[in-house]
Nanobody
Framework: QVQLVESGGGLVQPGGSLRLSCAAS????????MGWFRQAPGKEREFVAA????????RYADSVAGRFTISRDNTKNTVYLQMNSLKPEDTGVYYC??????????????????WGQGTQVTVSS
């Protein structure tokens, strides 16, 4: 079993920045591909970013490319999501997820087998 705990969410003004963290425990973190997803009220959960086991391969949704950066520190069992130039449409609950199988970071939520509880991000003036 894997336990994932997100932190770092909050209220920020448009144009601001936040850094989300996801701490993992219970399984060898370095063998998991990690992803971030988000869900806005009334909408389906959507892919945001993903990172390979070593951190050498990353993928982003078109809506966040160039503004968000995913990274990981395997010595700390933690994956991060640096979010810059935030927009109101970035508002939602952000979830991290772990995938023990994929070599290439997947963008489909059904490819991930463990999820955190989520952290709220609100972008508003």
């Amino acid at each position: 079993q894997v336990q994932l705990v997100e932190s770092g969410g909050g209220l920020v003004q448009p144009g601001g920045s936040l850094r989300l963290s996801c701490a993992a425990s219970g399984r060898s973190f370095s063998t998991d591909t990690m992803g971030w997803f988000r869900q806005a009220p009334g909408k389906e959960r959507e892919f945001v970013a993903a990172i390979s086991r070593s951190g050498g391969n990353t993928r982003y949704a078109d809506s966040v490319a160039g503004r968000f950066t995913i990274s990981r520190d395997n010595t700390k069992n933690t994956v991060y999501l640096q979010m810059n130039s935030l927009k109101p449409e970035d508002t939602g609950v952000y979830y991290c997820a772990a995938d023990p199988w994929a070599a290439v970071p997947p963008t489909r939520d059904r490819d991930y087998d463990h999820w955190g509880q989520g952290t709220q991000v609100t972008v508003s003036s």
